[in-house]
């Protein structure tokens, strides 16, 4: 008998490295690129830095500090390098010309972190043509295949006359071309489902915010808090993980009054997000751009909380999104210790999604706000509608119902919508 053993997968060790070029937040950008390598299933092993204001224009470290990664990478039998900049062609092709050396900077682990994660076909085609953008201007003219380490091959067909190199160009952008114009009929579906949710009413709320803050944990919860075993089933992929899920999942919270909103869960931001990333993610961002409120999630335990915030308002200023209302809820206060919670400040809350009674605080808050110009009125229903009062009964909250002569009573909280639909059947309380 042959005894057999289930093998486990090594990480590959790597070595993270960048310049400081100033900045204060230097050490909060280097450990967000050692989570971004774990992201990637690879291990930190060391790190080195430098203390530059700006790069080499041909090393992006100096010569000496080049040599010095060399060396640490013999040492520690690594042979992959993680820069915390996005490089030039010509930097990454000098790097490892000078050290033998894999190099891959910032946008390519993102990139491949997003590759790897992306689910949707609408996802898929969006990473691919920020993949393909990136390589694009780095394809070496003696190179065999589109890229044997970046972007993938299997581009191959030679035309007459030209070199390997503009072939490759010339298919990738065509393939470029090709994903845009599958993205544009995708998008088409995707504003028709929009429109449709539109025209339903219902306040649309979108949760924002950095990668692995807790939005996808605030929605779970949300739903299983007011939706029970059914909202359980609804619920959508969340793991303790940068970048854990890249698609918007849009889902109906139905309050106890009956009143009902629909809540997104979109992608998280991460600083010096690539912005070809940025670009193709605009469709899927077009919940938040259409929502009538915005819950921005902060991991309020991680010390770099203050630097995700500005990270998130710029990413949302980039990608066109203001002037929206907006919750800053500070998650994770379970982990920040010496914290009361739930505890709500205007409209900052600090909470933990794991708490049911910060979710209630949270839905209350939320409510507050996005059924603020509801109004409650008397309707006089007459029997023959009772098709209507069964919808308002599903969709609204009917504070009385009573039977009369005339038809059925109800006192109701209306959106505005809902008051110009009803308007023929409002009754005056004078």
């Given amino acids: 008998m042959t005894d057999t053993y289930q093998t486990i997968p090594t990480?590959?060790?790597?070595?993270?490295?960048?310049?400081?070029?100033?900045?204060?937040s230097f050490e909060y950008t280097m450990t967000e690129l050692a989570e971004l390598a774990r992201a990637d299933n690879l291990e930190v092993v060391d790190r080195v830095t430098q203390n530059l204001d700006r790069m080499d224009a041909a090393t992006y470290f100096g010569s000496g500090k080049v040599t010095e990664i060399k060396e640490l990478a013999q040492g520690l039998n690594v042979q992959t390098v993680i820069i915390n900049d996005e490089l030039s062609p010509s930097q990454l092709a000098n790097l490892e010309k000078r050290t033998g050396l894999h190099f891959i900077d910032r946008t390519e682990l993102i990139l491949e972190i997003f590759a790897d994660r992306a689910k949707t076909r609408e996802a898929k085609a969006q990473v691919e043509i920020a993949r393909l953008q990136y390589a694009l201007p780095r394809i070496h003219p003696s190179a065999n295949t589109l890229d044997q380490q970046r972007g993938g091959g299997g581009?191959?067909?030679?035309?007459?006359?030209?070199?390997?190199?503009?072939?490759?160009?010339?298919?990738?952008?065509?393939?470029?071309?090709?994903?845009?114009?599958?993205?544009?009929?995708?998008?088409?579906?995707?504003n028709t489902k929009r429109q449709r949710r539109r025209n339903s009413a219902l306040p649309q709320v979108a949760l924002v915010g950095y990668t692995n803050a807790g939005k996808s944990t605030t929605m779970n919860q949300l739903l299983e808090v007011f939706a029970g075993e059914s909202g359980s089933k609804k619920q959508v992929f969340e793991k303790n993980m940068l970048f854990a899920t890249l698609d918007t999942s849009v889902r109906e919270i139905q309050l106890p009054t009956n009143q009902r909103f629909l809540l997104?869960?979109?992608?998280?931001?991460?600083s010096s997000l690539p912005?070809?990333?940025i670009e193709s993610f605009k469709t899927t961002l077009a919940e938040a751009a259409q929502a009538d409120l915005l819950i921005q999630v902060v991991d309020y335990s991680d010390p770099n909380y203050q630097e995700m915030m500005v990270t998130t308002a710029q990413t949302l200023q980039?990608?066109?999104?203001?002037?929206i209302p907006m919750i800053y809820a500070f998650n994770k206060a379970?982990?920040?210790?010496?914290?009361?919670?739930?505890e709500l400040d205007g409209h900052d809350l600090t909470y933990s999604a794991k708490d049911p009674a910060s979710i209630k605080l949270l839905a209350r808050l939320v409510t507050s706000i996005i059924f603020a110009d509801y109004q409650t009125v008397d309707l006089l229903l007459p029997f023959s509608q009772a098709k209507d009062v069964a919808e308002l009964e599903a969709t609204a909250e009917v504070k009385s119902k009573v039977y009369t002569d005339q038809g059925t009573a109800l006192k109701v909280s209306l959106s505005p919508a809902q008051l110009t639909q009803y308007q023929a059947f409002q009754v005056s309380t004078r």
């Fill in 11 to 24: 990480q590959e060790q790597v070595i993270i490295g960048g310049l400081s070029h100033g900045k204060a």
């Fill in 318 to 323: 980039e990608i066109g999104i203001t002037d």
């Fill in 334 to 342: 379970d982990l920040k210790g010496d914290t009361v919670y739930p």
């Fill in 155 to 190: 581009l191959m067909n030679r035309g007459a006359g030209e070199t390997q190199s503009e072939l490759n160009r010339r298919t990738i952008r065509k393939r470029i071309s090709d994903l845009k114009q599958q993205l544009a009929t995708m998008a088409k579906t995707e």
């Fill in 264 to 270: 997104s869960d979109t992608v998280g931001f991460v």
């Fill in 275 to 277: 912005h070809n990333l």
